[in-house]
C-alpha cells in the first residue's frame, strides 16, 4: 500500500478546480484553467499517474500472456502425445522462477497457471464487490455490554491482546487435545501480526481474522474464569462471548470466501466453528454447512493429494516453516476427513455417504511437527505417552471402520436382513480389535483407568479423548448389530447380535458415571456431557428394544433397572445440557407415539448411579384417541417390577419395532 492512499484518497483533479469545486478535465492545463487564464497546477502529473497505470496494467496483461504461451508451447510442441509432454515442459520451464513443486503445499507449477487462468489463485477478487467488516478493539465487558444492549455487531470487536493471549492459553488447555488442527507457535505469530495491523490501522487479512474469531469463540466457551478473570467473571458471561464472537466468525467466513478462493485459515475456521455450533446448537443445519465447507475447502487447496509426487520424484527438503505448514494441512485434511467418515453411520441427512474416497488421498497420516509422519495404510504406533496427533491418528483408524461400515452396510433393513451376516460378525471383530488395541490410557476398564490416573495430572485432556473414542466405538457397533436384536428367533447365529448390542450400550451409558475432575468448568462439564448424549441416546432405544421385545429373557429385571436408570441419567444431564433433555423429550415422544410403557426414574444419585430418591415416574399410556393421547406424570415410589405386565402384553412386529427405532434414531437433537 503506497502512502497516499494511507492518508487518504488520491486526488485527480488540479489545484484550482477542487478549490473551486469545479469538475476538472484532469488534463494539463485543464479546461477550466486555460479559459480563466490562470496556472493550471496538478499534485501529480496526469501524464505520470497515466503512465504507472498503463505500466502496472500491461504488466498484469503481459505476466497472463506469458503463462497462456507456456501452456500453449508445452501442449503444442508434440502435438501426438500432448498429455505426455506437458508435465514434462512445465518441470523445466523457469518463467518468472517458480519451482516445479512449491515446497509444504503440494501444488505444481501448473496449478499456479491454471489457477490464474480460471481465476481461482487466492487472493483474486470476484467481479462482485463486498463491503470488508470493520474491525476495533474492545474490553470484554464493553462487549457485552454491546451485547446485552442488543447494538449492531458492526464494527467487530476483538478482546484486548492480553485477553486474546488468555484465550489461546483456554484453546491450548481445553480444545487443542480432541481437535489438534492449531500450530500453538503459528497462531500466536498469527495473532501478533493481527493486533499490531489493527493498531496500526491497516486492514485484516480476511481468513486470518475469521479464524482468530472462531478459535475466540470457541476458546470463550471452555474458559475457566475462576482460575483468570482476564476474558471474563461468570459462566453467562463466558457463554455470551461465545455467541457473539461465532456471530462475528460466521460473518468473517463468508467475507474471507468472497474476497479469495480459500487459504488454510479457512478451513481451520471451519473446523472450529463446527466446533462451536455442535455446542451451542448440537447436529444442526448450520453444523453439516460447516462440514461441507471444510470438505469443500480440502478439495479447493488440493490438500487430498499434498504428499504426493507429480514427476516420480521425491520432493525437496523442506525447512522448518514448511514443515510446520506440511504437518498442519495433514492435520486439518485427515481431521476433515475423519468427520466425514465418521457420520456417515450416524442417522442424519449424512447418514451412508461421504465426499473423501481414500483411493484418491495421497496424504500421510499426521504426526509430530518435525516430520516424522506414516504412511497411508501402515499401522501407526500408539504406544508410549499421548501427543498432540495421538488422539487424531485413534480417531482416523475407528473413522477408517466407520467408512467400511458404511460401504458394507446397506440403509434398508430389508437389504441388511439379505447380505451375509458373516459380513457383520467381520466388522464386529474389526470394532473389537481396534478396541483391544488402544493404548492403556483410551481403554475403560477399571485397570486401564487406573494405570492412566499419573499420566491424566499431566495430561488431563485424556478423560475428555477416552470419553469420546469409548462412546463414539461403541454406539457404531450397537448400530451395527441392533437390526438383529429383535429377530432373535429367525436364526440362532442373532444371540450374538444382542450380546454386542447390549454390551456396548452400557459401555455407552456407564460412561456417564466417570467423575469430573476437579478443575473441570460447568462448560467443560456440560461439553463432556453433549459429546456423547447421541451416544446416550442409541444406546437407551437399544435397552428399551430388548426389554421390550425379548419377553423370556432371565435378565429382563437387569435390563428394566438399567432401562430406569440410563433415563434418570438423561434426566439428571438436562441441568447442564440442552441436548439431553431434547434426547429425553424425543424419547418420551416416540415411546408415547408407539404405545410403549417404561417406568422412567428421573432421579439418579450417588457416584454409583443407586437409586436414592424419585421425583417422578413417568407412564406412558395409550389413549383410544390418537389425537388426544397424553402422557401422565404420576409422583409414586418406584418398583422396578411396575408396569413390565404391560410391556409384556404389547404385540409389536419386527416392522414395528423397526419403525420404532428409525423415529427414535433419527430425532434431532
Known sequence: ????????????????????????????????????????GFLTSPEKRQTTVHRDADEGITSLLRRVERLENALLRDGTTPALRINDELQHSTLDGPAATNSGTGKTARDDDLDTLENLAPGHNTALTFDSPRYEIKTTYEIL??????????????????????????????????????????????????????????????????????????????????????????????????????HCALQAINHSHQ??????????????????????????????????????LTRSLRLHRLDSEPHGEPLKPLNVSQLIELETKRRAFWHVAATEWLESTMSGPQEGMYFIHPSHVHVN?????????????????????????????????????????????????????QMPYEHVIDLDGKFRTYVADLPFFFRADEASRAQSKPLEMVYPGITTMRYWIQTATHSRRCRLHQRFLLRLSSDPRYVYSRQACLESARVVIGAFAEPQGADDSPSLARARMEMVVHHTHLAVVVLV????????????DRIGNEVAAALGTLHDATAVSEHAARSLESLKQMLHKHSVFVPTVVHIGGTARRQTSLEQTLVLQASTNSSDATATVQHQSFDPYTNYNDVSDMDFSTSDWDELFASLDSRPL
Request: charged content about 15%; some cysteine; overall charge positive.
Open 145 to 246: 455490554g454491546s451485547v446485552s444492549s442488543h447494538a449492531s455487531f458492526s464494527p467487530i470487536a476483538l478482546p484486548p491482546y492480553r485477553a486474546a493471549v488468555s484465550l489461546l492459553d483456554s484453546f491450548e488447555a481445553n480444545v487443542e487435545p480432541v481437535c489438534p488442527v492449531i500450530h500453538r507457535e503459528s497462531i500466536r505469530s498469527m495473532t501478533k501480526t493481527v493486533y499490531l495491523a489493527l493498531a496500526q490501522r491497516q486492514p485484516l487479512v480476511p481468513s486470518q481474522a475469521a479464524l482468530l474469531l472462531a478459535l475466540f469463540s470457541l476458546s470463550a466457551f471452555f474458559y475457566r474464569h475462576h482460575n483468570s478473570p482476564q476474558v471474563a467473571s461468570t459462566d453467562n458471561e463466558c457463554a455470551r462471548l461465545s455467541g457473539y464472537w461465532g
Open 365 to 417: 497420516l499426521p504426526g509430530d511437527f518435525t516430520g516424522s509422519t506414516h504412511e497411508p495404510g501402515s499401522q501407526s504406533d500408539l504406544a508410549g505417552p499421548p501427543n498432540t496427533s495421538t488422539f487424531l491418528l485413534a480417531k482416523i483408524q475407528l473413522a477408517h471402520l466407520c467408512r467400511e461400515t458404511t460401504d458394507l452396510i446397506p440403509l434398508e433393513t430389508c437389504k441388511v436382513m
Open 545 to 556: 428394544m430388548d426389554l421390550c421385545s425379548n419377553k423370556a429373557e432371565a435378565a429382563r
Open 1 to 40: 500500500m503506497s502512502k497516499r492512499s494511507k492518508i487518504g484518497p488520491e486526488v485527480f483533479s488540479c489545484e484550482s478546480c477542487r478549490t473551486k469545486k469545479l469538475k476538472c478535465s484532469r488534463v494539463h492545463p485543464c479546461s477550466n484553467c486555460t479559459s480563466r487564464g490562470i496556472t493550471c
Open 259 to 296: 474476497a479469495a478462493a480459500g487459504t488454510l485459515e479457512d478451513l481451520q475456521a471451519h473446523i472450529l466453528m463446527s466446533y462451536v455450533s455442535f455446542h451451542v446448537e448440537g447436529f444442526s443445519a448450520i453444523r453439516h454447512r460447516q462440514i461441507n465447507m471444510a470438505v469443500f
